[in-house]
């Protein structure tokens, strides 16, 4: 029907999940078709909007993803001085536009420098746990949380650190930059 406006957009985001999709012949050429149909397009990261029109969508509007950061209940922070440590944030051991690897190198060079200890969270269990021990963390200078969390106390959790380190470059929304958007006077680092 001409009376409705379509809008499309791809639930994941990043180039790393996006680029799969659309370079599979079958799959392009679909996409392509559904794009050009629409009215237009919405893309909450910048770096996706190109690829938005080169699919065909007559119009493309970046949105970022908005942060209620105004309603108390998004409001996890903590005073600066019950701060301690250092959190890695990004959660994806093996996603390489994560730089995770290199961050915690980094970080362990950090937290030997400064005496601060890091928390990184494991989704990788036996894996990631083989790569932190490769990385030669001191025995006091690493707290593994295992596993993933549940967004309310991944959040309260990252609120508790001095600084939350990472060099993420996937530009995806949710990810540990705008995270800290919602943990006011958490001084992100990268």
Same mark, same amino acid.
């Not at 050429?29 to 690829?51: A, Q, Y």
């Not at 493309?60 to 309603?71: A, K, M």
């Not at 990472?166 to 943990?183: E, K, R, Y």
């Given at each position: 029907?001409?009376?409705?406006?379509?809008?499309?957009?791809?639930?994941?985001?990043?180039?790393?999940?996006?680029?799969?999709?659309?370079?599979?012949?079958?799959?392009? =050429?679909?996409?392509?078709?559904? &794009?050009?149909?629409?009215? =237009?397009?919405?893309?909450?990261?910048?770096?996706?909007?190109?690829?938005?029109?080169?699919? =065909?969508?007559?119009?493309?509007?970046?949105?970022?993803?908005?942060?209620?950061?105004?309603? $108390?209940?998004?409001? $996890?922070?903590?005073?600066?001085?019950? +701060?301690?440590?250092?959190?890695?944030?990004? +959660?994806? $051991?093996?996603?390489?536009? +994560?730089?995770?690897?290199?961050?915690?190198?980094?970080?362990?060079?950090?937290?030997?420098?400064? =005496?601060?200890?890091?928390?990184?969270?494991?989704?990788?269990? &036996?894996?990631?746990?083989?790569?932190?021990?490769?990385?030669? &963390?001191?025995?006091?200078?690493?707290?593994?949380?295992?596993? %993933?969390?549940?967004?309310?106390?991944?959040?309260?959790?990252?609120?508790?650190?001095?600084?939350? &380190?990472?060099?993420?470059?996937?530009?995806?929304? %949710?990810?540990?930059? %705008?995270?800290?958007?919602?943990?006011?006077?958490?001084?992100?680092?990268?």
């Amino acid at each position: 029907s001409t009376d409705r406006i379509v809008v499309t957009a791809f639930k994941e985001t990043g180039l790393h999940q996006i680029l799969p999709k659309i370079t599979c012949t079958g799959t392009l =050429g679909r996409l392509r078709e559904i &794009f050009s149909l629409s009215h =237009g397009c919405i893309s909450p990261t910048e770096n996706v909007v190109p690829i938005y029109r080169s699919l =065909g969508a007559p119009s493309v509007e970046f949105i970022p993803t908005p942060y209620p950061i105004e309603d $108390f209940r998004w409001d $996890f922070s903590i005073p600066v001085r019950e +701060r301690k440590g250092i959190f890695v944030g990004t +959660r994806e $051991f093996y996603g390489y536009s +994560r730089n995770h690897l290199f961050t915690l190198l980094l970080s362990k060079m950090i937290a030997d420098e400064t =005496g601060e200890s890091v928390t990184v969270i494991n989704n990788d269990a &036996f894996r990631g746990k083989r790569l932190l021990r490769a990385i030669g &963390f001191g025995d006091r200078q690493l707290r593994i949380i295992s596993g %993933g969390l549940p967004y309310s106390l991944y959040m309260k959790e990252m609120a508790s650190h001095k600084f939350v &380190f990472q060099l993420d470059n996937s530009m995806v929304p %949710g990810q540990v930059a %705008g995270d800290v958007a919602a943990a006011p006077e958490t001084h992100l680092v990268g």
